[in-house]
């Protein structure tokens, strides 16, 4: 999947869509070159010799890295739709191996990678259009939910809030 960023006019964050982070380290080495990168699981190619990278086993902070444009445009998305409490719903449709749905209610200051994150090897897709009433969407996949749990994220009603 690719990811794109559109610019959007008057807004300083680009839209995401389909924007991939995972906890799964992604950081390679390269022996030709002497140095590191960070690569998807399926291409293993040094970006500045083409030979094929090793997994490293060091991480270098490649996690960080994939998250900044995520926690990047949801702070402009949470500035665009500013919520009268503060507070913003991450709804969640099949959720785990029984495929519940719920909500959790969230600071905008949270991270919204970590607010859906469980404690397993997981891979989160996200849509944001860091503009008043634009999309802020995730899927994320995990052993339980090979085919992916949804996430909406708005401001918080008011009988959701305690």
């Excluded at 397993?120 to 090979?146: K, L």
């Amino acid at each position: 999947m690719t990811a794109t960023l559109t610019q959007t006019p008057a807004i300083t964050a680009p839209t995401l869509t389909d924007f991939e982070v995972t906890n799964e380290c992604q950081c390679l080495y390269c022996n030709n070159c002497e140095c590191g990168f960070q690569s998807s699981y399926f291409d293993i190619e040094c970006p500045e010799c083409k030979a094929d990278g090793e997994w490293a086993g060091d991480c270098f902070e490649c996690f960080d890295d994939m998250s900044a444009p995520v926690l990047e445009v949801a702070a402009a998305w949470f500035a665009a739709n500013p919520s009268e409490a503060g507070l913003y719903t991450i709804a969640g449709e099949n959720l785990g191996w029984q495929r519940r749905s719920g909500y959790k209610v969230i600071d905008a200051s949270d991270s919204v990678i970590d607010a859906i994150a469980v404690d397993t090897t997981w891979r989160q897709t996200w849509t944001i259009n860091p503009t008043p009433g634009g999309e802020f969407t995730a899927t994320m996949s995990h052993h339980d939910v090979p085919t992916g749990s949804s996430y909406t994220i708005r401001p918080a009603l008011p009988n959701e809030i305690d």
